[in-house]
């Protein structure tokens, strides 16, 4: 029997601010245990949370990038568990009146677009962290997390693949950091994915039963954790079996999913409006306002790059990988004459110089206008492709202007037709035998000649000049 | 409705409580009297009637996204039972 | 000659007039204290007078990164900062300085850095918080001066200071009967002698009843009127700290200081802070006075009746217009505000798990066997009794039928008050149906003992202020005189309570001092 999947998302995504959601200590990745933590972090007895303005105005811009409705009036609510790393014992989280509702994400896939609705984006804190002993017998729990804001951002069950599952995360991930919402470095646990993943025989209308994934802690194990399931699955009900609402946790080292907790032990986590946080009412000012921050996202760079520049699709998807990638491109394709070979050097020399290196575009010792400068000087003939390739390693290491570099190198082409011609005119004397092979009739002689000539300019005559130039002063004898 | 042993004991699990007998027996008479005067409240008629989380309201309230320090090291941990590495420490963390 | 029934003027003037230093006053304090408590029992802990607590409640302490977070919240509002000898830089409101050297005591749920802060429970034995409330470090920066912390139901769960995890509180006007709660030790220590003025906390009425059952003047702020920063949260849409005093002209000087703007409570409402004394004028002629017959149900004792409607007589007799108005939902406040408060205090008494500060059970095999012991261990029974309510009332399927529901009746009730008042200015009524009762006799009976609430909790619901002061005594026993106001119109309503205080003369009440504890098993 053939089995449709379907897959719905959760993603959790820490925001880029520089205090906590609720309280003033500082939002930091790395720092030794609790020390990022005051009274409101440990949930000590009289203490309240106050809303970090930035936190909400991310949020906010993260909705509307994500094409959400946003409403003029949602609240907080308390997610009531016991568990070590929830200090107060419940999470502020939103429930029944999230900041965004409604919104979607488009990814590439089959050579087509296709729309994965988003059902909601709403504002909570994070959790702490707790470390097992190595013999289990107790934890330690570091609370410096604790508070950290983030949106969670739920998906429609739209997606069909692992693979989809994928794109859509890479392009959250992409919009986000367009929006400066977010870093979302996975490996820091600042983008993270929860999965719920259910086959259904093709052509049924309802949902299988499904389970929930979760630690899947990289792009690459979000698709390996769902194919693993998938197939799992497809197995089970293939050998007549039933699917068991499980909660799953995706182990990386054995390339499987482990049972966590079965339906039995749902929580039960008694949501009700957070007293202590008034509601959040929101402008319409205001709301306009955060559209106003967002950029050109992803969608719209690729599809401006194609029509605006003429790139393939595979150029305008690699160049917009990043906001800073994409807007250095835009800079410096601003200032050349042919786009393509704009992108041809960023693609090319450019992205290999970055993976060599470990450094981010925003990083780099060439500015977008230095590119430009250097591809102008192909353009105009000043100096050769390899040459230019020699000149654009020397900027990534130097810093200095294409121009200064040639100019202090002497590497410009040699395209003084006189200065040319005295050199052709040594080399002809010099060489009376391919003159001769050349008038006979040999076609490779000339090149002979020409080869000559390069090695008298160390390469800087420009050849296709040098072909002509002794063509016509042998048949001009 | 009227409020069960069994009932005590499922609340008395979600709020991490443990009863005894006697206890849910007395407690169970007791919430179930509670909840019955509780009961009058079915009685209106509370179509069109927006509940009251909040006293205050139609203002957003946040605050500046400026760090200031937090708790010193020893202070953090200054109340903990039990701790070790600049941690609390927690028994076994077993699911249920 | 001076005491503390003299009131904060008199005491301030003392200082003035240098007939008495802020050391001897403190020493008075504890000469009573040693002289009374060990029959009344108010005091939890007590405090010495170094200037290195002091400090620290200013929050200038040694904690140090800590302390900044705490001092700078307030100046960063342009909110005054008083210098240590309680000077005000430019006069806050005429009554800047009033509390400077003064001693006041405060109930045990107001956290106080590097002060034990209990709420009376086992599970917080020994809680030393890093924090102090916003409220107390306000009469820090004033110059008052910390006695100690107070006796209460704990976690402020109780009408009596039975269910205290230390001991009862006893009434300085009759050692074998409850003082009141939830701020029991507040209200007698004011009542006995041993503080001029303590600062409680109101849930349901926490702070008037006590204040009625001991012949105090007790003050529930507007809610969002005072900070709950630092204050232990019970019920959180329903908390707010207030002054308990001898007198209305005295609760008006102690909500001048804790008033205000706080940005650590998102709660705590951005409103202009008035001069509280300025309605204080003794002429409530033409004022409006409700009088809402729903108050006056059987319940209501004929003793209390009969003194609450001598004083609406004297009240009308003063020049104030009384007429009849309709609070048609007060009879569901209390199912009302049984599920809403513990459903509230279920979720914020969550985080008393033993892992980070307080109590912790011996002896537990894995982490749920450590939450539910130690839970159930350093509770007393009235808190699980409401933490097991409040886990039901929100429980999956049970939401809608109670705790929704009840968040819509509290509309209702808010809704009453709204049209109540735009035909009055405030209204009247009993503080409680009865005078103070004998130790035990409720104890076993939660209904009847929630039934002590009726008057007061449908303030708390509203959000209301409200105050209750002394009417007369009932076969020797106080009463009190409920005024409730319009949301921040604390000016009309201390006002109209100053005019009766004055005609009626009861105030300060003295109680006549049993000698000696009677041995009645504490
Ligand atoms: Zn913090």
Known sequence: MAFETVIGLEVHVELGTKTKIFCNCANEFGAAPNTRVCPVCLGSPGVLPVLNA????????????????????????????????????????????????????EIVVGGGVKRI??????????????????LGDYSLVDLNRVGVPLIEIVSEPDIRTPEEARLYMEEVRSILRYCNVSDCRMEEGSLRCDANISLRPAGQRAFGTKTEIKNMNSFRNVQRGLEYEQRRQAEALAAGGEIRQQTLRWDEASERTILMRSKEDAHDYRYFPEPDLARVELSAEYIAARRAEIPELPADKRERFVRQYGLPAYDASVLTASRALAEYFDAVAALVRDAKSASNWIMGDLLAHLKVTGQEIEQVNMTPQQLAQLIGLIDDGTISTRIAKTVLRDVLEQGKDPRVLIEEQGLAQISDEAALRAIAQRVIEANPKSVEDYRAGKEKALGALVGQMMKETKGKANPQMVNRMIADMIAGD | MHLTEQDVAHVARLARLVLTDEEKHTLAGELDRILQHADELAGLDLAGVSPMSHVGGGETVTRPDEPRPSLAPLTALANAPDADEQQFRVPAVLEG | MLDMYSGLRALRAGLDAGRTSPGELFAMCRNEIARRDDGVKAFLTLVDDDPETQRRLRGEGPDAGYAGYAADGAAREGEAEFASDGTAPDGRSGSAGALAGIPYALKDNICTAGIVTTCASRILAGYTPPHTATAVRRLAQAGGRLLGKLNMDEFAMGSSTENSARFPTRNPWDLERVPG???????????????????????????RQPAAYCGVVGLKPTYGRVSRFGLVAFASSLDQIGPLTHSVADAALVLQQIAGHDPRDGTSARVETPDFSRGLTGDISGLRIGVAREYFSEGVDDGVRRKVEEAIALLAKLGARVREVSLPHTRYALSTYYLIAPAEASSNLARYDGVRYGYRAKDADNLVDMYSKTRSEGFGAEVKRRILIGTYALSSGYYDAYYKRAQQVRTLIRRDFDEAFADVDVIVSPTTPTTAFRLGEKVDDPLTMYMNDVCTIPVNLAGLPAIS???????????????????????????????YERAAGHSPLRPRFAPEVTGHGV
């Open chain 1, 54 to 105: 930035e936190a909400l105005a991310l949020g906010i811009r993260a909705a509307l990038a994500l094409n959400c409705e946003v409403r003029a009036s949602s609240k907080f609510d308390r997610k009531n568990y016991f568990y070590p790393d929830s200090p107060k014992a419940y999470q502020i989280s939103q429930y029944d009146e999230p900041i965004g509702e409604r919104g979607y994400v």
């Open chain 1, 117 to 134: 609705g988003v059902t909601r984006v709403h504002l909570e804190e994070d959790a702490g962290k707790l470390n097992h002993s190595p």
């Open chain 3, 181 to 207: 709660g939830s701020s029991g030790g507040a209200a007698a220590a004011v009542a006995a002698g041993m503080a001029p003025y303590a600062l409680g906390s109101d849930t349901g009425g926490s702070i």
């Open chain 3, 469 to 499: 002061v002394p009417c007369g005594l009932d076969r020797g026993l106080p009463v009190g005189l409920q005024f409730i106001g319009r949301m921040f119109d604390e000016v009309t309503l201390l006002g109209a309570a100053y005019v």
